[in-house]
């Protein structure tokens, strides 16, 4: 049965790609007025005009209480909850218009996976920076725009310290086909969804190259080590990535054709530069930007990252991928599952057990 939702206001979404314009879509097919806001103009009044965001959701009707706009502060002012789907490196560009518009009442809630470069913030920290004292939700999960416009099941996440946010966001997404579990670990939460992007570009790379499944549930598992062994050395919780927002995430993305980050990765293995292969995508794809943050990080921190050291040489230097893979396959041979989770880092601030609903 779906969840019967009270409003007092609207639910305001920021981005119009394809999962600004499903997130917005899941909850005005609810009755409840949604605004969704897009700086085009001309993309506003073909969705207002012909009911459906044909540039990245074709054959997706869009609910009659929704409504397009380019006006950011119509958008805003007295929503209850605000959305955010724009891509990293233009998030807090857009937090920024935004803030002037918003009330500390309001629920903001990031969709985004992806890490701001220099600063190698996550999304919920710009917030954080730019919103002094907001409200501050991340949604995660095996989540691609493009099956839950098409009503297939699935579910996600919502991470955030704040209770009473966790249950609206709970009531506003859940739906037949959407189940949306809650945690506390905001960071990891988040961190899951960004480090997943890496390895699926790696999986369809394998994918092109004609490698077998057992090689595709060698680059998964290995993953998942070296993602949890990343998020160890910055404070976090790994056994976070048990979950839908990390192991989910990561088998859905590195399976999936319809994965931006997948055809990327497929795309280069296929021989084209980096530079065709994200042009030809018209879309994000964070894996390439986190990429390099990540491995960045990584040698600065000194952690073991294999996986993303040798990608990063694949596609920042043009390495060719059969000689990288295969000075991997005689790296060091150490443990299979080489972590158990430090007594101390439930202690971490912000990086709690994650409690399911
Ligand atoms: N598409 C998917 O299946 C999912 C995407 N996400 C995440 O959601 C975020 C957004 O992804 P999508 O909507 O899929 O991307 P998209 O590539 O489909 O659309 C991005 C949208 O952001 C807009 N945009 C870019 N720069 C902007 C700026 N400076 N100001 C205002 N708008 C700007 C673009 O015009 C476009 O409408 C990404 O971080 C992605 O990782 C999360 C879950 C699923
Ligand atoms: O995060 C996603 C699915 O959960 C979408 O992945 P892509 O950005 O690779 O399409």
Redesign the pocket.
Known sequence: METQVTHTSHIAVL??????TVIANMVAEKGLPVRLW???AERVEQINRERCNTR?VPDYPLAASLEATADLSYALKGAEVVFL????H?FR??LRQAVIDLTPEQMLIS????IETESFSLMSEIIADEVPGARIGVLSGP????EIARRQLTATVIASQDEALRSRIQQLLHSPYFRVYASTDTYGVELG?TLK?IYAIAAGMSAALGMGENTRSMLMTRALAEMSRFAVSMGANPMTFLGLAGVGDLIVTCMSPLS?NYRVGYALGQGKTLDEAVSVLG??A?GVNTLHQVRDKASEMNIYMPLVMGLYEVVFTGAPVTEVARSMMVNVQSSDVEFVLPRDACAVSGAGPSSSQ
């Open positions: 981005g119009g790609g394809s999962f600004g897009m700086r085009d990245y789907s724009i891509p990293s233009a560009s857009v969709t985004t996976k992806g989540n691609l725009a493009k969804g992007n931006r879309e994000v964070e």
